[in-house]
């Protein structure tokens, strides 16, 4: 068996309004899908990313120019020694360095091996990751983006969380760093309408400095929040290992971070309680297995950020076959689940209790619009 084609289809999806975080704005959700077809026609998917706010012909140039060449022929079961060869060859290592956008675009290809290896071998991904430690995955609802360029107010908050918790999340991630009041303005009401059981996550998106998180502590003490992300700049680890020790909430990050080298250091810092490595950007399955290995040996308990399409069922097989799996992330707005419903339909959606199911068909377990990826598809 030999890959005989590797294509990227980059897409965006127009939104209705404009979403926000504390990092920016963005018109439309914009992803990378790659196909990658094996002599005899099996056809594997991986996706790239996440994206927002264009510039996804970048990843096709890059896989186009630099890493299809090295995979033409090849076997495609492989993944690891592919792996390392698209990392070393004059891609990755020297010529456009080992993070960004070469490091995404050697992720979506990656999964696209996965899925189709699991597909060659009629087995589902988990079994080619150990087997499953678990059969449904809890998710936490994540969202709570501004409108239209301005963060949401406290009665929009109270409306979305109580909106999760009728859906049967056991837990909400809204974002901070709105400036004080208007933060805990909206964590009172996110707390009011969920009652003292459901579980409330933050997300800062980097936006304070370590003397600001320490300040708000007393402020924040009385949400009781599962933990904080990046509640700092991501090349403060120093800064987040202080906090780590001596702030009361838990410490999570990894949604910026790239290879197992750089999350090592996260781990051998102490920095993070719980660690968020993004499948379609951190390295693809092959890599995200061994950061979530680390992650478990420091006894760090592993929760991706997820925010995809095709990466959605990539992270789910991962979690299904990891043994400190916390939570799955799980993302309604923003432009990311209205376009995978059209890409695949009902396939990994949340159950009423909150738990997504890990499909046990081969590969990734998912079907692919193809009239969708027409329709979507940023052309030339
Ligand atoms: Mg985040």
């Known amino acids: 068996m030999k890959i005989v084609n590797v294509e990227t289809i980059p897409l965006s999806f127009p939104l209705e309004v404009p979403a926000r975080d504390a990092t920016g704005v963005w018109n439309s959700w914009d992803t990378v899908i790659v196909k990658i077809t094996a002599s ?19 990843f096709k140039t890059l896989v186009d120019e630099r890493l299809k060449p090295l995979l033409l022929g090849k076997d495609p079961t492989e993944r690891e020694k592919l792996f390392e060869t698209m990392r070393g060859k004059g891609t990755a290592a020297y010529a456009f360095g080992e993070k960004g956008a070469v490091i995404s ?58 909106r999760y918790a009728d859906q049967g999340f056991k837990g909400v991630k809204m974002k901070i760093g709105y400036g ?10 996110v707390r009011k309408a969920l009652g003292p059981e459901l579980g409330i996550m933050v997300d800062a998106n980097q936006g304070f400095t370590v003397p600001q998180v320490m300040s708000l502590a007393r402020d924040l003490e009385a949400f ?16 987040m290992a202080h906090l780590s020790a001596t702030f009361p909430i838990p410490i999570a990050a990894g949604e910026n971070y ?63 076959s990891s043994p400190h799996t916390l939570a799955a992330e799980y993302i309604t707005s923003g432009g ?30 998912i079907r692919l619009n193809e009239k969708a990826l027409e329709q979507y598809g940023v052309k030339g």
């Open 40 to 58: 005899g026609g099996t056809v594997g998917y991986g996706e790239i990313g996440p994206v927002h706010g264009g510039g996804v012909r970048v």
């Open 258 to 320: 790239y290879t197992r080298y750089e999350f090592r250091e996260l781990f051998t810092k102490r920095a993070v309680a719980v660690v968020q490595p993004d499948i379609i950007h951190a390295g693809g399955i092959t890599e995200t297995k061994k950061i979530a290995s680390m992650a478990q040996a420091f006894g760090v308990a592993l929760s991706p950020h997820i925010h995809a399409t095709v990466g959605v069922a990539a992270s789910i097989h991962l979690l299904a």
């Open 180 to 189: 004080r009041k208007q933060d805990l303005q909206n964590l009172e009401a």
């Open 105 to 162: 675009a050697i992720a979506g290809i990656d999964i696209a091996l996965w899925d189709l290896t699991g597909k060659i071998l009629k087995t589902p991904v988990y079994n080619l990751l150990g087997g499953r430690v678990f059969d449904r995955i809890p998710a936490y609802a994540s969202g709570f983006f501004g409108k239209g360029g301005r963060p949401l107010t406290p009665g929009e908050c109270s409306e979305e969380a109580k």
């Open 224 to 239: 009781d929040l599962t933990f904080m992300e990046e509640p700092v700049s991501i090349h403060d680890i120093e800064g």
């Open 336 to 365: 990311s689940y209205d376009l995978r419903r059209v890409l695949y339909g009902d396939a990994y959606l949340v159950d009423k209790d909150g738990y997504i199911h890990v499909s046990d068909e081969p590969g990734l377990g």
